[in-house]
Structure formats: structure tokens, C-alpha cells
């Protein structure tokens, strides 16, 4: 299966479905499950941060809107820089 995003194009195994076909899913994520249930990805669409001084920072603020409702504080250790030589 080949899904197509802004920027990227994942491909999953035959034999992922689409979460949204079975049950409700937020309009600012895409689930895909492995008709086995090994597996689950799950996509979450995030808006662009207005004028972060870098990319951590717009990660830090996605990171702890993600998790502040279940985790309550959040803490990031340590961020290095990661290179993606495949992606465009």
C-alpha cells in the first residue's frame, strides 16, 4: 500500500489497512494496522511553528504538545542533529 503525504511517500506491507476504515480516528492523524497485529504506524499531521529559532525548538514544542495531556511534564535530555540522506 502507498500512501502519498506532502513530502513523503511511505509504503507498508499488503497487508496494512487503514485504521480510519474500522474506527474513528483525529482528523490530524493517518493509522495504518498490520492485518496480523504486529504492527501499527501512526502519522500525526502537525502545523508549522510560527518563527521557531530552530528545528528542536519547533520539535520541543510538538513533543510536549503531543504527550502533556498523558505524561503531564515533559523533559527532553539531550537532541542531536540527524542527517537523512534519502529523503528529498
Given at each position: 500500500?502507498?500512501?502519498s503525504?506532502?513530502n513523503?511517500t511511505?509504503?507498508?506491507a499488503?497487508?496494512?489497512?487503514?485504521?480510519?476504515?474500522?474506527?474513528?480516528?483525529?482528523d490530524?492523524?493517518e493509522v495504518?494496522?498490520?492485518?496480523?497485529g504486529f504492527?501499527s504506524?501512526?502519522?500525526?499531521?502537525?502545523?508549522?511553528?510560527?518563527?521557531?529559532?530552530?528545528?528542536?525548538?519547533?520539535?520541543n514544542?510538538?513533543?510536549?504538545?503531543?504527550?502533556?495531556?498523558?505524561?503531564?511534564?515533559?523533559?527532553?535530555?539531550?537532541t542531536?542533529?540527524?542527517?537523512?540522506a534519502?529523503?528529498p
Open positions: 500500500m502507498t500512501r503525504f506532502q513523503t511511505p509504503t507498508f499488503n497487508n496494512a489497512i487503514m485504521y480510519s476504515n474500522i474506527r474513528q480516528v483525529p490530524n492523524q495504518y494496522l498490520d492485518t496480523e504492527t504506524v501512526v502519522f500525526d499531521i502537525l502545523e508549522r511553528v510560527d518563527d521557531p529559532t530552530d528545528d528542536v525548538e519547533a520539535l514544542y510538538h513533543l510536549h504538545d503531543l504527550v502533556e495531556e498523558d505524561a503531564g511534564e515533559t523533559e527532553v535530555w539531550t542531536k542533529q540527524a542527517v537523512f534519502k529523503l
